[in-house]
């Protein structure tokens, strides 16, 4: 007898100590019940045994594909959980083989073997191999082990056995939430989502903070920045998850009326990081993430970034940094963000012709003297409102 399973294979979590491996194997599994929930899936048993996790589910090929975009899955693998003889082995592998390939393909056996058994996985490639040759080979299909059309997968673990033809790849990375905390200035541009995206990866709860600047902006603004948060809602494994809107417009105000022309931005985004670090304080994340790519434009020069960092009472994370534009699209296209990040939207009508691309502190915190600062910032962070997405 047969059974449907999904395997699902880490690759980073196999590296770590086992009481590591086992908190993160059961957030990984968390995370799986809730995407599976999510995606109408309610029936779903999650087990463990080395190096896998295995999945029982009513539809194993919809959970396979819908826990594709769950950070921490290296690979899945969609197939059938059989007896782990070499009998057993040689004829369902064969089943399976007889009912994927196609006439004049060609194919390839794969095999792993973990424990005891009297066979090696020579052994089942051989065998599986000469089988599905003798019933095939009148089709025009042949062996080929470099670069074959079609490969049956077989894992002989103890009793059992497991055969698949199908592997999906994952993200990779770590579990979502399992590095702790962090808060993203997020513009719904190109940029800030692909940041926030890879902090993710990277096993950050990433809290999106984004910043209203209406008037100074237009609504579309607003909704674009919702939409493009919608659409990193798809790999975040909770049930609820926010967007933290901050009220810009009066600091703007402030910001416009008393601080000089060429460092209106630099004054801006300095508010931004105060705001920033306050709401990663609240929420007891430990930095901030931004999408700034070095030299893109005027606030990310190296100067520029250091007139920014200066205020930030927290860490400051930028894996964009040495991407150039043509790279976070591509990112942005893979992640499936970019549609929603070009839609067009009024942006800040007060960016100056000509910024201070090589600001000095000293001269920053002087304009700035003629600003509340803490009070703007205070009663910027007491206003923050959330949107459940």
């Given at each position: 007898?047969?059974e449907e399973v999904v395997?699902?294979?880490y690759?980073e ?5 086992w ?5 993160l194997e059961n ?9 599976l929930?999510r ?15 295995i999945?029982k ?6 959970s396979a ?7 921490g899955?290296a ?10 003889s070499?009998?057993s082995i040689v004829l369902e ?8 390939i196609n ?7 794969d095999?792993?073997?973990?424990g ?8 089942i490639?051989?065998k599986v191999g ?6 095939l080979?009148k ?5 080929n082990?470099?670069n074959?059309?079609v490969?049956i ?5 103890g009793?059992?056995?497991y055969?698949y033809?199908q592997i999906i790849?994952?993200?990779g990375?770590l579990?979502?939430?399992?590095q ?13 989502p692909?940041?926030t ?21 237009g609504?579309?603004y607003?909704?674009k920045?919702k939409?493009v948060s919608l ?5 975040v ?8 809107v901050a009220?810009m ?14 460092f209106i931005?630099?004054a ?6 105060r705001?920033?670090?306050g709401l ?9 993430v931004t999408?700034?790519s070095?030299g893109q ?14 205020v930030?009472?927290l ?5 964009l940094i ?8 591509e990112?942005?296209?893979k992640?499936?963000t970019y549609k ?5 939207a009024h942006?800040?009508?007060?960016v100056p ?19 509340d600062?803490?009070?703007?910032k205070d009663e910027?962070l ?8």
């Amino acid at each position: 007898m047969s059974e449907e399973v999904v395997l699902v294979a880490y690759s980073e979590i196999a590296l770590k100590s086992w009481p590591v491996r086992k908190m993160l194997e059961n957030q990984l599994t968390r995370h799986i019940k809730t995407v599976l929930k999510r995606a109408g899936i309610t029936q779903a048993n999650v087990g463990r045994m080395h190096g896998r996790l295995i999945l029982k589910s009513s539809d194993s090929l919809k959970s396979a594909e819908a826990i594709a975009k769950i950070f921490g899955i290296a690979l899945i693998m969609p197939g059938l959980k059989i007896k782990g003889s070499l009998e057993s082995i040689v004829l369902e592998s064969t089943k399976m083989a007889v009912q994927t390939i196609n006439p004049q393909q060609t194919f390839a056996v794969d095999a792993r073997r973990i424990g005891t058994q009297s066979f090696v996985s020579r052994d089942i490639e051989v065998k599986v191999g000469a089988e599905v040759l003798e019933q095939l080979s009148k089709n025009g299909v042949r062996v080929n082990l470099d670069n074959p059309d079609v490969t049956i997968h077989v894992e002989a673990r103890g009793e059992d056995g497991y055969i698949y033809h199908q592997i999906i790849k994952g993200l990779g990375g770590l579990p979502f939430g399992s590095q702790g905390k962090l808060v993203s200035l997020f513009s719904g541009g190109i940029d800030s989502p692909v940041a926030t995206w890879f902090m993710m990866k990277r096993g950050a709860n990433v809290i999106p903070l984004f910043f209203d600047q209406r008037p100074f902006v237009g609504d579309d603004y607003y909704e674009k920045a919702k939409n493009v948060s919608l659409g990193l809602r798809q790999y975040v494994p909770l049930d609820h998850y926010q967007l933290n809107v901050a009220p810009m417009g009066e600091v703007m105000k402030e910001i416009v009326e008393k601080i000089p022309t060429r460092f209106i931005c630099l004054a801006c985004k300095r508010m931004m990081y105060r705001i920033a670090c306050g709401l990663a304080e609240r929420k007891r994340a430990c930095g901030i993430v931004t999408g700034e790519s070095l030299g893109q434009v005027a606030s990310q020069t190296l100067m520029n970034l250091k007139v920014l960092d200066e205020v930030s009472t927290l860490p400051v994370y930028r894996p964009l940094i040495g991407f150039d534009k043509e790279e976070c699209v591509e990112l942005a296209k893979k992640i499936g963000t970019y549609k929603l990040s070009i839609t067009r939207a009024h942006g800040c009508s007060v960016v100056p012709s000509k910024p201070a691309t090589k600001a000095r502190i000293d001269d920053v915190q002087r304009a700035e003297e003629r600003l509340d600062v803490k009070g703007l910032k205070d009663e910027t962070l007491d206003k923050i409102a959330t949107i459940s997405l």
